[in-house]
């Protein structure tokens, strides 16, 4: 599964690689029902990852590199196995320890759930408990798996402990947090119906309103945390995971008082079109101006379809695990040279870039992992129709010409690596000047110089993106059929593929301007 030895092993790559912060999805003991985002106790880590000796080495090697660590904080909910739940279990109706959590009699006698809430993973968000005493019981809420029962953060026993778990880890010497699943965290007292019919899917971009997604409570609870976050001395991050209705709901996120920054899902949820892409840009820069909070941007995630398989596709855009989206041919050469320019369009916008890990080997989406081989709770909570997400969170090929591909000195990763990735390794890559490893690295040296610079949209032709940083950048991409005309422009400082005096189509030009 990897491992923080491995972690530490490799931190000289991402050092190498350019990236100035490495975000360590959930590290603490889990059952590992929705891949670590259950977590059984916040103050410790899994003993498949290693040991609190262990993280404390990681955070003392990577800042010796100048990398800094952000850790995730999954606060919505905790796992059926964490001690609080399993003492709201025991203890009954009506209990304190069930006031933790959201524990209500059914409707219709009990034998319905107390509303028609509906969970991220598919289904209803409720399941009911068999009582102490051997009967059909109360229900308990979880909007994402029945294995993550949700947190009543109205309980101040649940505020409290949260602020003792982030001074754990600041005190442990973590650079920042990024907040799971952020507008889930407050309920609308009384828990209404959110009036979805049976079967609703969860659309939380297109919900307005709802008593359960990004409900005002929130920004209590982001401000209570970003007081303690400024008392240790001004410089730890924090970064929101909002999933939310259109830039204006995802500002408040981050508000002076609130959150640094925040994942911008309709950037990575756009399809590769230059009017949608340009239009989300504008829309977020001036939605987060007003707040004065830095935008975020990247196309991949472990939630997410690998970009370079979704941008090879007919539909390109993304939906949480690849849900909603309609089944195509991939044509993964196009899928590629896409996502490379990609890569020069996201490494140059004003704020910061994330790179979700094996995007800068170009790694596609596995697509066809044995089904015996599926984690995600999506498989199963779907009937088995929705794969979800593992086709993203594949172990990355190191190094040698068959899996495991270096990843482990055992026989084979959790989930299996395809034998075809033996030319993508970090190392086949390396030295080679053209492979897309040599293309992040180098764009992320240049983007440093872009620190401070604003941004400006420049006249171009339909489907090409240009703007400037500064009197001395500029970027194109060609989104279009045709080839555009370059001449004039400036000298080339990086390409995403072959290009000369035209710009071809699906590739992307880092220009210093002339004169
Ligand atoms: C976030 C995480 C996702 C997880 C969910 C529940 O969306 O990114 O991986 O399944 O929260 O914690």
Known sequence: MGDLGGLRRRLPYLADLGV???????????????????????RDIDPRFGTLADADALLAEAHALGLRVIVDLVANHTSEQHPWFAAALAAGPGSPERERYFFRDGRAGGAEPPNDWVSAFGGGAWTRVTE???????????????????????????ADEFDAILRFWFDRGIDGVR???????????????????????????????????????????????RRIGDSYGGDRLFVTEAVVNGPERLSRYVRPD?????????????????AALRQVVDSTLAALEPVGAPATWVFSSHDETRHVTRFGRAWTGAAFGGAALPASETDLELGLRRARAAALLTLALP??????????????????????????????????????????RVPLPWEGDRPPFGFTTGAATWLPQPAGWARLTAAAQHDDPGSTLSLYRAALRLRRRLRGTGMSWRD??????????????RCVVNLAAEPVDLAGQGEVLLASGPCGAELPADTAVWLAPGG
Not at 460 to 473: M, N
């Open 20 to 42: 100035d912060a490495v975000w360590i999805t959930p590290w603490y003991p889990s059952p590992m029902a929705d891949g670590g985002y259950d977590v059984a106790d916040y």
């Open 132 to 158: 102490p005493d051997g009967h059909p019981g109360q229900w308990y809420l979880h909007l994402f798996a029945p294995q993550q029962p949700d947190l009543d953060w109205s309980t101040p026993q649940v």
């Open 179 to 225: 907040v799971d699943a952020a507008p889930a965290m407050a309920k609308a007292p009384g828990l209404p119906d959110a009036g979805h019919a049976p079967g609703a899917a969860f659309e939380s971009r297109n919900w307005v309103g709802n008593p359960h997604w990004d409900v005002d409570a929130v920004h209590d609870i982001l401000r209570r945390w």
């Open 258 to 274: 609130e959150m640094h920054t925040t994942f911008n899902f309709d950037y990575l949820t756009s399809p590769w079109d230059a």
């Open 351 to 392: 704020g910061s870039a994330y790179v979700y890990q094996g995007e800068e080997l170009g790694l596609p989406e596995v697509e066809d992992l044995p089904e015996e081989a599926l984690q995600d709770p999506t498989w199963e909570r779907s009937g088995r129709t929705v794969r979800g997400r593992d086709g993203c």
């Open 460 to 473: 171009a032709p339909e489907g090409v993106l240009a703007f400037d940083r500064g009197p001395r950048f």
